[in-house]
């Protein structure tokens, strides 16, 4: 069971992650003059800040009664989608998604889209990655992400921390 020291440095660590996340998303959502760049470094930025968020909550097994705590205390459920750790560990893993599909892929493209998912005209899993920025989907190697409902959460999240609960005091 943490003290509320302790308890103040893991929620200000999420808080922290929280702005690096929020960041990220206006910069996914902004207008950009590189597709080929600029969206996925701003993607992957926003993943690693939200891979932290969900290692704090949900972290290895002999660590589970921090994560109970901080979740009871920040009303995060198991449904929540910063939970859902497989896109992000796709682009985390990269190197072995690559080479499991090398090894499995019958398929003759390997691509990434950042546009409309309308536009794939392969399977799924032959595209590295796709972003389509009307839905906020994002697919690697077939995995599907949620970024906004996600976001909607580190939001939540960010407007719990941003001042001090009273039971800190």
């Known amino acids: 069971m943490m003290d509320k020291e302790q308890m103040k440095l893991y929620l200000w660590e999420i808080e922290e992650q929280c702005r690096y996340a929020l960041k990220a998303w206006k910069l996914i959502q902004s207008p ?97 990655r796709v972003y389509d920025p009307r839905t906020g989907r994002l697919a690697l190697f077939g995995e599907e992400f949620d970024i906004r409902g996600a976001v909607k959460e580190i939001e939540r999240l960010h407007r719990i921390l941003r001042e001090e609960p009273e039971s800190l005091r």
């Open 32 to 128: 950009h003059t590189d597709v080929d760049t600029e969206p996925w470094y701003s993607i992957q930025a926003f993943l690693v800040a939200t891979a932290n968020i969900s290692k704090f909550l949900w972290p290895i097994p002999k660590r589970e009664a921090r994560g109970k705590q901080l979740r009871e205390f920040l009303s995060v459920h198991d449904d929540s989608p910063l939970k859902r750790r497989k896109a992000r560990d796709s682009f985390e893993h990269f190197d072995e998604r690559l080479d499991s599909w090398i090894a499995s892929s019958k398929g003759d493209h390997f691509g990434r889209i950042y546009g409309p998912a309308d536009l794939l005209r392969f399977k799924p899993e032959d595209n590295a």
